[in-house]
């Protein structure tokens, strides 16, 4: 609640000849504030203390020294000052845009010292030394007062009015009410507060600091009060008139209970409520009382919810936080709810995990679900221990099992829960021991327990179905090579099991020589642990100059040559199965081309055939197994840089059929089947591969060179971006959670290869150098797949 106070202050300025003394500085438009002692309300003056200070002024009482002439007046911002003993503050600071003076004077200073700039009549002095002051209202009722009125005082003069009780004024008109005495406290004064409460313990006279009642100026003689416990007050005042039934106008009966309310503050709280509180009175006109009749509720429970509706605070514990959440968000008490799911989720445990999970599903809580869900899965070696998990539902218990995100490093544990939970209720439970072994992955559990465990479970021997999964998992261990016809959601891994993103390296060579031949190895970099592990190798030797593109979690190696023969094949890595077979062979013999994937179809691209360049585009479609032949590049070209880019095929540069650059940007439509180019001398790359990031084409290197050159297929814009730290040719590159990866490649004609890799970060426009690669390489392939790594 605010309350402004305003009044109207009176104008003065300096007198004729007179100048602010230049040993005290000023802001420009700051006034000196006085009282003057016939007025209740401040006027200014533009008279600095030490010119009203005249040497024929009484220094005051006789227990105040007189101030000494070295004292001068120090400005402090927004600072009050006010009679009291030296021990003590000797200001109060506020917010305020009129600038008060404090004198840096160490002695008691008397309230009428033309040094103090308390802005109200102070009351007589009396012999004893005044009490220290606090911002502090006594406890009182919001709608009334117990201070005594004010009345009028035979020693004051005309227009004063005084307090009976000690009462003064800080700075402004910002009141002090009562005057205490102060505690015993160390001589040194107190610290000033900038108008907020200060750090030291209230005395037994003093109530917390959250009865701090406030004025705070907001303009040129106005003052904003602020009470921050009126709220609670009211809230306080409301409960007590519930509990007193007066200015009810709700009745709920509730077993036989009844319980007076507002519908006001019900409905502020509850949209249950005020939807009900709407709909009754357009029904009845309103004005009328209403009486509601619950039955899906318990009394304690709503007597629960009413208390927090008009006190705000309510004790929750772990044998009323479910119930209480039910109720609330049947009814709709959304802050309640909240309060209830923050709770819980911090009360999970593996104990109770799986019951908080089904009980936020029937109340389509989402963030309690997601939260039980989240800690059920990634604790299931812990789960599966509790006696919880053995009282679930069928159907909860195969939604839990099937999840990919199961925090399991062994499917023995799978298999055993489902088990345990049969042979917790054989009778009933039986039947469903087919559907419930079908979430089990039965192929990633080892061959021995196979064989000796699960082989040999009298539950599985009688059912076919049961026999049928675990023929299937035997015929995975023992036909590897089958394995391709044999993909089921059985033998896809768990994603706890070590499924990573991962950087993929296909062969290429170390060195340049006649007498060097091409690497067979295939290896991954996994960034989550900085790890490089070796995958199936290629299954043929020597080959070079060809392609490499992954299309979903499999990888595609299509022509190049081996042994100086061009090649159409094209093979494919599969990821699940870590081998590489077969699938198909191009209708047209290639190598030094390009492959893309866009729209689940595999694009080859120009390349160089027996007869020279080729401007031959085709693509293949993984799923029929079928090659179609699409329009042709308008200029045949190879070693080019390919890449996907909103929707189309952009080819950069490359060889010329006269063996040369070719400073040419060629793009493809496959909506339209329909090419179109551009030539430019900015385009001068060969030898070097593209990628797309956030909607830019990045070239790196190519012809020796540092260079990264960036081009923007929204404006047509190319620009140089920064260079790399190594000059790369016959490198490659991939994208990997948001950056760019660039592998290996030669510094010159005459090598040495790169043993490195470095990544571009779009964030900050840096590249940055990382680990070595298992050994120096070029010509070689990378990509980017999901990889499961086998743990050890």
């Not at 005495?181 to 209230?202: C, E, V, Y």
């Not at 691209?605 to 031959?616: K, S, Y």
């Not at 593209?690 to 404006?715: E, H, Q």
């Amino acid at each position: 609640m605010s309350i402004i106070i305003q009044h109207r202050p009176k104008a003065a300025g300096l007198s004729p000849g007179e100048t602010q003394t230049p040993s005290l500085l000023l802001a420009p438009g700051v006034r000196w504030g006085q009282t003057p002692i016939n007025q209740s309300t401040p006027w200014e003056t533009d008279e600095p203390p030490t010119k009203q200070h005249r040497e024929s002024d009484t220094a005051g009482p006789p227990w105040v020294p007189p101030v000494v002439a070295a004292s001068q007046p120090s400005l402090l911002a927004h600072s009050y000052g006010m009679p009291q003993q030296a021990a003590y503050s000797q200001g109060v600071s506020v917010q305020s845009p009129i600038i008060g003076v404090t004198p840096a004077i160490q002695t008691p200073i008397p309230p009428h010292h033309p040094l103090m700039t308390a802005h109200f009549q102070l009351p007589p002095l009396s012999s004893q030394p005044p009490g220290s002051l606090v911002l502090n209202l006594q406890n009182q009722s919001p709608y009334a007062t117990s201070q005594p009125p004010i009345t009028p005082s035979p020693l004051t003069t005309a227009g004063q009015v005084v307090h009976p009780a000690p009462q003064s004024v800080v700075g402004n008109g910002h009141m002090t009410h009562p005057l205490m005495q102060p505690p015993a406290l160390p001589s040194a004064a107190l610290p000033l507060t900038n108008g907020q409460a200060t750090t030291q313990p209230a005395s037994a006279n003093q109530e917390s600091p959250n009865r701090l009642q406030m004025l705070r100026t907001v303009g040129m003689g106005k003052y904003e009060f602020t009470d921050p416990s009126h709220p609670k007050e009211m809230l306080k005042e409301f409960n007590q008139q519930r509990r007193e039934k007066e200015f009810t106008d709700l009745k709920i009966i509730v077993e036989g209970k009844e319980f007076e309310v507002h519908q006001n503050v019900l409905a502020s709280c509850s949209l249950y409520f005020k939807d009900l509180v709407k709909r009754s009175s357009r029904e009845t006109g309103g004005g009328e009382k209403l009486e509601l009749k619950m039955t899906n509720i318990g009394a304690d429970v709503l007597e629960l919810l009413l208390e927090f509706v008009y006190t705000g605070s309510l004790v929750i514990h772990s044998a009323n936080a479910k119930t209480l959440l039910e109720a609330a968000n049947k009814f709709q008490f959304n802050t309640f709810c909240k309060v209830c799911v923050s709770f819980l989720e911090k009360q999970l445990t593996a104990a109770n995990c799986l019951g908080v999970l089904a009980m936020a599903e029937a109340m389509c809580c989402t963030e309690l679900h997601n939260m039980a869900k989240a800690f059920a899965l990634q604790n299931f070696p812990d789960v599966a221990g509790q006696d919880e998990i053995l009282s679930i539902s069928k159907e909860d218990l195969i939604n839990y099992l099937s999840n990919d995100s199961l925090n399991t490093k062994a499917e023995e544990l799978v298999y055993e829960t489902v088990i345990k939970w049969i042979k917790k209720d054989p009778v009933s439970r039986v039947q469903h021991i087919s559907e419930l072994l079908a979430v089990v992955r039965l192929p990633f559990i080892h061959p021995s327990y196979l064989l000796n465990v699960v082989d040999n479970e009298e539950l599985i021997k009688s059912s076919e179905a049961c026999r049928d999964l675990v023929n299937e998992a035997k015929r995975y261990h023992m036909l590897p090579h089958a394995r391709q016809e044999m993909q089921t959601p059985r033998t896809r891994p768990r994603l706890s099991a070590g499924v990573a993103e991962v950087i993929v390296l296909v062969g290429g060579r170390q060195a340049i020589g006649m007498n060097q031949r091409s690497l067979t190895a295939v290896t991954c970099f996994n960034p989550q642990n900085s790890k490089w592990y070796p995958l199936a190798s290629l299954p043929f030797y020597d080959r070079e100059f060809f392609s490499v593109i992954s299309a979903g979690d499999n990888i595609y190696l299509s022509g190049g040559t081996e042994s100086g023969v061009t090649v159409a094949d094209v093979w494919c890595y599969m990821s699940l199965l870590d081998n590489w077979n077969l699938v198909s062979r191009m209708t047209v013999s290639r190598c030094r081309h390009n492959s893309l994937v866009y729209d689940g179809k595999l694009y080859t691209i120009g390349g160089l055939g027996v007869a020279g360049n080729l401007d031959h585009v085709e693509r293949y479609d993984t799923i029929t197994n079928q090659w179609e032949t699409v329009s042709p590049l308008p200029k045949p070209v190879h070693s080019a840089a390919a890449t996907v880019c909103g929707g189309k095929v952009y080819v950069f540069g490359g060889v010329n059929e006269a063996g040369r650059s070719a400073g040419v940007l060629q793009s493809y439509i496959p909506r339209t089947n329909t090419w179109s180019f551009i030539e430019s001398p900015m385009i001068d790359n060969k030898y070097a591969p593209a990628v797309s990031l956030n909607g830019f084409i990045f070239i790196l290197g190519g012809a020796y060179a540092r260079a990264t050159t960036i081009y923007d297929p929204d404006k047509g814009n190319i620009k140089a971006g920064p260079n790399m730290n190594h000059s790369r040719q016959f490198c490659s590159a991939a994208i990997l959670d948001g950056k760019i990866y660039a592998t290996g490649g030669i510094v010159s004609s005459e090598g040495p290869a790169l043993g490195n890799m470095e990544t571009f970060d779009p964030c900050t426009n840096t590249w940055t150098l990382l680990q070595n690669l298992p050994c120096p390489l070029f010509r070689h392939g990378c990509v980017v797949i999901k990889k499961y790594i086998q743990s050890g």
